[in-house]
């Protein structure tokens, strides 16, 4: 059995909310928003607007309804037929019902005030990391949307690493890492580009909002002394010259089996304006596999994905399926790594958007080519 994480190139369900003919309070509402909404929408947090009290919530009530409804929010609009990712907070049917029967019927509050959630404080959500590595100075432009920026560093020591975790110095610039490592000198941190160097293998991915990333229990990615680490991450213009710096822990384990990563990767292509195609990869695997995780890099111009296992019964199951949103990226562990036979078939499917109507592109609508650039 091979421990595999999936690099694709081209949301864990709530408790139910069960409300009858009643229509909804903030006691129905206000516990959701805490879990769901917070983490992000805080002072001093990245989102743009506070929603730690009930009135803060009541004056976004039409934004919020229509968010939720429309699945712009939270940011994880992904699913499996094998069961909840371990890494992406979500909302259940009945809740998305409940906020938005409570945003169109009058927002009404809870009957009796509810205390403000403790204001979210950075920690060290695995315990104290096994090492620590900081950047260096990494300037964020003021002005021009999102930015991915690189930054390289020496791994502090070698290992199995099966956890990371990023703690940005300004969670309103940094919005998510991914992590890859490299023999020294082989590969060159990239300008003007949204992936890793080729020639770096995968590690793991951190989003704000979004659990921490580690693989299985006894598992890892064993990652040599010497070795340089290369972080990619996506930066938010603020306004004003931003802090990218941060500091990088990282949790070994000492006796693990090894997690290797598979690519499906689609090259060479061009996106004709108005054009609306689906791009499909297939691969065939050579021996039973346990996938841990899904390591999805698809750009602009991309709307949706799947990822189906087709088993050599001829069964069909989604692996990683939804909505795909440019600006929330990350990995998404499964709780249980699932075991897929050999001679499982994997088949991608990328649909792409190059129409006036399209969600994520360029403003003026050109041919999208494929390739590593930020318009690409």
Not at 48 to 76: H, K, Q, W
Not at 151 to 175: E, F, H, N, W, Y
Not at 206 to 231: D, Q
Request: net charge neutral; glycine share 10%; proline share 8%.
């Amino acid at each position: 059995m091979r421990y595999l994480s999936l690099a694709c190139v081209i949301c864990a369900p709530a408790a139910a909310v069960m409300l009858g003919g009643q229509e909804p309070t903030y006691d129905d509402v206000g516990p959701i928003v805490e879990r769901s909404c917070t983490p992000c929408h805080s002072p001093g947090g990245p989102a743009p607007f506070s929603l730690r009290t009930y009135d803060e919530a009541r004056r976004r009530a039409e934004r919020i309804g229509i968010n939720v409804a429309s699945m712009a929010m939270p940011p994880c609009q992904i699913e499996s037929d094998f069961g909840s990712f371990s890494s992406i907070p979500g909302l259940s049917i009945d809740e998305v019902v409940a906020i938005r029967r409570w945003a169109t019927s009058g927002a009404a509050a809870a009957s009796e005030p509810r205390q403000a959630p403790v204001e979210p404080k950075f920690s060290w959500r695995l315990g104290l990391p096994h090492a620590t590595v900081q950047s260096g100075s990494i300037l964020v432009p003021a002005e021009g949307g999102i930015h991915w920026l690189f930054a390289k560093v020496m791994v502090p020591r070698g290992g199995v690493i099966r956890g990371l975790q990023v703690k940005p110095s300004d969670v309103r610039t940094v919005r998510q890492a991914t992590v890859g490592w490299s023999v020294a000198g082989v590969s060159e941190s990239r300008t003007g580009s949204t992936t890793l160097p080729s020639s770096v293998q995968p590690i793991g991915s951190w989003a704000y909002g979004y659990f921490v990333w580690r693989t299985p229990k006894e598992t890892g990615i064993r990652v040599p002394a010497g070795a340089e680490l290369h972080v990619m991450l996506q930066c938010q213009a603020i306004g004003k010259p931003g802090d990218g710096s941060f500091e990088l822990g990282l949790y070994y384990e000492d006796s693990a089996v090894e997690v290797k990563s598979l690519a499906l990767e689609k090259a060479g292509f061009t996106i004709d304006v108005g054009e609306k195609p689906t791009y499909r990869i297939e691969r065939v695997l050579e021996g039973d596999v346990a996938v841990t995780a899904v390591f999805p890099e698809f750009r602009f111009a991309c709307e949706r994905v799947r990822l189906t296992a087709v088993l050599p019964t001829g069964e069909s199951k989604s692996l990683f399926s939804g909505r795909w949103d440019v600006y929330w990226t990350g990995a998404y562990n499964f709780i249980t790594p699932v075991d897929l036979p050999s001679g499982t078939r994997l088949v991608l499917e990328a649909l792409y958007n190059n129409g006036f109507e399209a969600t994520h592109g360029p403003d003026v609508r050109v041919p999208i080519k494929n390739g590593t650039g930020l318009d690409d």
